[in-house]
């Protein structure tokens, strides 16, 4: 037990980062009973066309730096559309022993089109706050008399909080079953998108990808560790998270190879790159049962930063190299009537 709990300790102290609330968050909701255990989701769900989820950004601020460029969100989007279609480029490093498992989820993400007034929206609302920064365990980033934003009819809307966290957590998610005035994703302005500025290794937009797994209903895949209860027998029994970016292979649970790769665990963002086919079924299962009003409402309109370009009246995009996760970053120009608008470097 004291080994343990040296362990514990030097595993906090090496990683100041808290990489994801989100248990300790259903934790909490539960207690206040705004949590109600849902049955895990129909796995076997038969694919239809595409999932078009429309997603609003709620960009909290105190101070100028927290109230990112719209190019960090679209370089999010970007993050998310690739990993959730395994077009992520860093996916062929899923070792052979995974390649059979590995799982492509086939969810698309957009900015909504229209708010829940009817009204032509960009999908990201920005507001100032007095707050300096926001507590998980308050929820004041999500009620607008309290300094935050009201969401977005929960159902109907993918809401994403972007704000300043207190202390060291990246992000948190509910899962399906929440009080729906509180229902969505949290991150911290600092790790959205794709950002060198950013704080190494969490800059590569994997905190959202990985918050999204819960809201669709994935659990940690070290979740009650080498009893092995994420719910995935594809995923292998890990006995804790992973931090850093371990080589390949490592061993756990009476040496059987650990998958820490896997968007669920908790490695640097270089180093996860797949989800497995079970956790493509439960994900698409969630969103297609609990979740399925979503699917009801995709105005999509901005697909992506070419799309958001047009509808704005930039003409030229001199340069979008896209996203390079060993390179880590965009460098984007843009021009507008042939003179610079705006210049997002971040390379
Ligand atoms: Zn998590």
Redesign the pocket.
């Known amino acids: 037990m004291y080994r343990f709990l040296i362990v514990l300790f030097f595993i906090s102290f090496s990683y100041s980062q808290n990489?994801?609330g989100?248990?300790e968050y259903r934790d909490l909701l539960t207690k206040k009973g705004l949590f109600v255990t849902q049955e895990k989701a129909n796995q076997n769900i038969i694919r239809t066309g595409q999932y078009n989820i429309p997603v609003v950004f709620h960009v909290i601020y105190n101070n100028d730096q927290q109230n990112i460029p719209d190019s960090q969100i679209f370089s999010q989007l970007d993050v998310l559309n690739q990993d959730y279609n395994a077009q992520n480029t860093d996916f062929v490093n899923v070792p052979s022993e995974f390649e059979d498992v590995a799982g492509d989820v086939g969810i698309h993400f957009c900015l909504a089109e229209f708010d829940p007034n009817g009204i032509p929206s960009t999908g990201i609302t920005r507001t100032q706050t007095d707050e300096v920064s926001f507590s998980m365990s308050g929820d004041k980033m999500k009620v607008s008399i309290e300094g935050g934003v009201d969401p977005w009819d929960t159902e109907r809307y993918l809401n994403i909080w972007v704000c300043n966290l207190n202390g060291s957590l990246l992000g948190f998610s509910t899962y399906p079953g929440a009080d729906p005035l509180l229902d969505g994703v949290v991150i911290d302005y600092e790790y959205l998108g794709v950002l060198i500025n950013s704080p190494f290794p969490y800059n590569l937009g994997r905190t959202a990808t990985?918050?999204l797994?819960?809201f669709f209903g994935l659990e940690?895949t070290f979740y009650a560790g080498c009893s092995d209860w994420d719910g995935c027998d594809d995923t292998p029994p890990i006995a804790t998270s992973t931090f850093g970016c371990p080589d390949f292979p490592q061993e756990s649970c009476n040496s059987v190879i650990s998958m820490t790769m896997n968007f669920?665990d908790y490695t640097n963002d270089a180093c996860m790159c797949m989800f497995t086919l079970c956790q493509a079924d439960i994900m698409l299962g969630t969103l297609t049962t609990q979740r399925a009003i979503l699917l009801e409402n995709s105005f999509c309109e901005y697909n992506n930063i070419n799309d958001f370009l047009h509808q704005k009246n930039l003409v030229k995009i001199i340069d979008l190299l896209g996203r390079d996760t060993n390179k880590k970053g965009f460098n984007i120009e843009i021009y507008d009537d042939g003179s610079v608008e705006k210049k997002y470097i971040i390379e």
């Open positions: 990489r994801c989100s248990d990985h918050e797994g819960h940690h669920m």
